[in-house]
């Protein structure tokens, strides 16, 4: 059903458990997971031009990396992962990554906001819910789950 898998890293500890899922449903459907995170740099297009854009962007590009370094670290061996830093509005790069000829299922971590916090902060997953072509698997974790998880070992699967 599945060939490939997609992703969205941000390396926040609410992916992690998206992942889980993401291997499991990889080995049922022999499927590779594809891991990308998306480098908004439209959100840095009002620094003023003496700032080291430069830096900022080799950051950004580092803190990218190291995302996608640990998804494939942490994935178990019978599982393909291949990575990716892109560039770009992250849900507007998700959904075109996500598309029956490239990757046929999305799985997401969310914040689970609600209220005044997801109105004002918005929710990248919600846009690619509303806009992928494809299946988006949404796994939510509470603050007090993400608390939990940081004291024992990561991503112990199987």
Not at 1 to 8: A, G, K, Q
Not at 35 to 44: C, E, F, G, R
Not at 122 to 141: A, C, H, Y
Request: net charge negative; with cysteine; proline share 6%.
């Amino acid at each position: 059903m599945y060939d490939c898998i997609l992703v969205p890293t941000d390396g926040s500890p609410e992916v992690e458990r998206a992942l889980e899922y993401a291997f499991d449903l990889a080995r049922a459907h022999d499927a590779r997971i594809r891991a990308i995170y998306v480098v908004n740099v439209a959100s840095y297009g009002g620094l003023p031009m003496e700032t080291a854009w430069e830096g900022i962007s080799d950051a950004l590009y580092e803190e990218g990396q190291a995302a996608v370094d640990r998804v494939e670290e942490f994935a178990p061996e019978d599982v393909e992962v291949e990575t990716a830093v892109l560039e770009g509005t992250p849900s507007r790069v998700i959904v075109e990554e996500a598309s029956p000829e490239r990757c046929q299922l999305v799985v997401m971590g969310t914040h689970g906001r609600a209220g005044i916090d997801r109105l004002l902060l918005g929710s990248v997953t919600e846009r690619v819910v509303r806009k992928s072509s494809v299946p988006v698997l949404t796994i939510q974790v509470s603050p007090d789950e993400v608390e939990k998880r940081r004291d024992k070992p990561r991503l112990a699967t199987n």
